[in-house]
């Protein structure tokens, strides 16, 4: 029973280049969550989807940066003309389908912007 | 979701077991006490939650006061592989937001 999947683990871009990073959910679980963490920080909320739809995204910074997870594959969280200030690790968790559901965590992207 | 007060850092030595305390003064009636560590910048792992009453698992137990204005999280014997940022979260189990918001969480370190 596989966990939450990841990947890249490391990403390295130069500034101005874009990021994936995709997540796939572990079997069952329709609701992807993603999390960011700054170096020496906690983890802080990005948004929240359901299949198909963008529940909460009150994390999310107003540019550059958006998310989706399609009826079919993982979801996509897409950073375009990174900047160093977006050097971070990444975590996606989901929970199954209902309101509340714990979340489970995968090993995150390390992102690195040189 | 309410706000958790944590201490910053324990120790712990080998085998003992670790107590990590947590208040959450404000909890509200339908928020439940998450608790979840995170391993030297591993994926956040998740431990155990509980609404009122007490609840053991094969990682922990969980210990909440009547009142629900604090809870414990005890792991019975703990190892070096126990070493981790532990987050005590307070939130909202159904009909409300899914957001998980971590604080600063307490440092714990198991020594020999």
């Known amino acids: 029973n596989a966990g939450v999947m990841q990947n890249p683990r490391h990403l390295v871009r130069r500034r101005g280049q874009e990021a994936r990073l995709r997540c796939s959910p572990m079997?069952?679980?329709?609701?992807v969550y993603w999390y960011r963490q700054l170096p020496e920080e906690g983890l802080k909320f990005m948004v929240y989807?359901?299949?198909?739809?963008?529940?909460?995204e009150s994390g999310m910074p107003k540019e550059r940066f958006s998310a989706e997870f399609p009826k079919e594959g993982p979801s996509i969280l897409r950073i375009q003309q990174v900047v160093r200030g977006d050097s971070a690790a990444y975590f996606c968790?989901?929970?199954?389908?209902?309101?509340?559901?714990?979340?489970?965590f995968g090993p995150g992207t390390r992102l690195l912007v040189l | 979701d309410a706000k958790t007060t944590q201490p910053p850092s324990m120790d712990c030595a080998e085998g003992r077991a670790a107590n990590l305390p947590c208040n959450h003064s404000?909890?509200?009636?339908?928020?439940?006490v998450y608790w979840y560590r995170q391993i030297h910048s591993q994926g956040p792992q998740y431990i155990i939650h509980?609404?009122?009453n007490n609840e053991t698992n094969e990682m922990a137990s969980l210990i909440i006061t009547e009142d629900r204005k604090s809870s414990t999280l005890i792991l019975p014997h703990a190892t070096l592989r126990d070493t981790a940022v532990y987050y005590c979260?307070?939130?909202?189990?159904?009909?409300?937001?899914?957001?998980?918001?971590f604080g600063t969480g307490t440092q714990l370190k198991v020594e020999l």
């Open positions: 968790a989901s929970s199954p389908g209902r309101v509340g559901e714990t979340q489970y």
């Open positions: 079997k069952g679980h329709s609701h």
């Open positions: 989807l359901q299949k198909e739809n963008i529940i909460d």
């Open positions: 404000t909890i509200s009636g339908n928020e439940y």
């Open positions: 509980g609404l009122k």
């Open positions: 979260i307070v939130r909202v189990g159904t009909g409300g937001g899914n957001k998980l918001t």
